[in-house]
Every structure is written in C-alpha cells, then in structure tokens.
C-alpha cells in the first residue's frame, strides 16, 4: 500500500516588511499529532488561524528556526493554548562563537535587531536531535550564519530552513547574531543533504535548492569582491561601504551596513583586510 503524503500546511502571518517578505510562514506538519514550525509574531488573529487549520488534529509540539521575533515571539502563548511542548535551540543569545561574544561584550558592534529575550524554549535542541511521532520525523540541523541558534528540519526531502535560504532576498547577517563565516558552513550543509525542497520562513518554497544556493553563495563572493576592491581604492567604514557598492533606497541602507561589516569582520580574522581601531559599527577599514 502507498503510504499518504505528509499533511502539511502553510499560514501566513500578516507581519509584512522589506525584511520578511509577504510575511513569517507558519508550517503545520501533520493531522494527527500536529508540528507548527515557527509560530510567528504574537498576533492572536495569526494563532487562531494556525489553531484553525489543525482542525480535529491536536497541536503537539512548537518548533522554533530561531529567537527572532517574527518567528518565536508567538510560541509561549500557542504553547499555552494547546498545550503543546516547545522545541529550539536556546534563549536568544545562545550559540554566539567567541568571536560574537567578545565583540558584543565589547559593546561596540551594537547589533541586535528583532532578539526575542523572553524565549525560552521548554526543550533544547542540538544538531541531529529527533523528534518522532506515528506521523512523522523531524532531525535538527544546526544552520547559524544568520542566527547563531538557528536551526533547520528536515521532514524527508524537505528542510524547514527558517531564514537561511529564501528565494525572493538574501538573508540579512548582522554581527554578532549574524556571522559570515557561519553562514557559508550553513550553505554547505543544506546543499549535501541532498534536500529536494527547501521550506524557507519567508516566501515561496524553493524547488531547486542546489540551484539557489549557489546563486546565494555568489552574490556574497560578489559583495566581497566589491569590498576588497572599494578598500583598496580607500580606507572606509561600513556605512560608507554600503553607500557605495548598494543600489537600494535610502530606508534599506542600515540593514546593507550590517551585512557589509558581517563581511568585514570575516575579511579582518583572516587578515585580508585590517580595522583601524577595535571594530565597531563606525571602525574604519583598510586593505593592510
């Protein structure tokens, strides 16, 4: 006999923005015994909808890609509605490398943006936990890059890639959440997967991810590349960076500056590049 397909369903929060797209997917796998990977904001309008379309199923865990709050925000209180067991991989600092760490110690690098603080997680994961149910499985893959306590799940062919690879945007990485280095690793591990589909939380899913990785994976080569040859030219901040090698409206500059110094940090721990002071947001950079 053919075994049926997964249930699986996609609710849109109405969390529109120039960096979440239409809005923050929330998956429901299941009918049974129902997963919803991220729960989203904390809209009610948005949580009724996800209760809603599980419909005589019962929701029986709250996945988590990461401790933005347009992801997580609405867990605690879907939890509390349903009685359903919260999985992900820490509270929102968890997961910075020492680098990250001692840069926001520092307290220099500002950073930051949409941290969820209250979430807590009732349970942890780490990469290659499993959570299985008559219906389905779920294994964790730790993908930092954007978030350091990002994870992705993989159901099958699919991967719940939260904000990892998405197919309308690049992903916004900013220091000391975000860390370049980390986001190639990421790359890298969704591309040998073998994944037939990636599910990312914002927008439509991905049904090449070799494809769309390796598109990903060269627009930040190419943003390197403008950054090496910018700095040789002359010394300049992030800010100025961006300015410079972006063609984008004026409102989208801040967030094009915290990708350009992810870059720069990367460039300055392999010594391709040198900061002329302690990095911070206004750290002049030059080639050394």
């Known amino acids: 006999m053919t075994q049926a397909p997964?249930?699986?369903?996609?609710?849109?929060?109405?969390?529109?923005?120039?960096?979440?797209?239409?809005?923050?997917?929330?998956?429901?796998?299941?009918?049974?015994?129902?997963?919803?990977?991220?729960?989203?904001?904390?809209l009610p309008e948005h949580r009724q909808a996800i209760i809603a379309a599980a419909g005589a199923g019962r929701i029986t865990h709250i996945l988590v890609t990461h401790a933005h709050l347009d992801h997580s925000q609405g867990a605690r209180a879907?939890?509390?509605?349903?009685?359903?067991?919260?999985?992900?991989?820490?509270?929102?600092?968890?997961?910075?490398?020492?680098?990250?760490q001692r840069l926001a110690r520092e307290g220099a690098l500002d950073g930051g943006e949409g941290l969820d603080m209250a979430f807590v997680p009732d349970i942890q994961m780490r990469d290659g936990d499993r959570i299985e149910t008559p219906e389905w499985t779920l294994t964790a893959i730790h993908t930092p890059g954007h978030f350091a306590g990002h994870l992705s799940f993989q159901s099958g062919g699919d991967i719940f890639c939260g904000d990892v690879v998405m197919d309308w945007s690049s992903t916004l990485i900013s220091p000391?959440?975000?860390?370049?280095?980390?986001?190639?690793?990421?790359?890298?591990?969704?591309?040998?997967?073998?994944?037939a589909r990636l599910l990312p939380a914002h927008g439509d899913p991905i049904e090449n991810p070799t494809v769309r990785i390796a598109e990903l994976a060269a627009h930040r080569r190419k943003r390197t590349a403008q950054i090496l040859a910018s700095l040789r030219d002359s010394p300049a901040t992030a800010e100025q960076l961006a300015h410079k090698i972006y063609a984008i409206p004026p409102h989208l500059i801040p967030a094009a500056t915290r990708n350009v110094l992810a870059h720069l940090i990367a460039l300055s721990e392999i010594g391709a590049i040198a900061p002329l002071s302690p990095i911070g947001t206004t750290t002049i950079f030059a080639s050394p």
């Open 176 to 195: 000391p959440d975000g860390d370049l280095a980390d986001y190639f690793r990421s790359l890298s591990r969704l591309r040998e997967s073998g994944a």
């Open 6 to 42: 997964i249930a699986l369903q996609t609710i849109v929060a109405a969390n529109p923005s120039p960096l979440t797209g239409q809005g923050t997917n929330s998956f429901l796998l299941g009918r049974d015994q129902i997963a919803v990977i991220d729960p989203g904001p904390d």
């Open 78 to 100: 879907l939890a509390d509605a349903t009685g359903a067991t919260v999985y992900g991989f820490g509270p929102a600092l968890a997961g910075r490398s020492p680098l990250m």
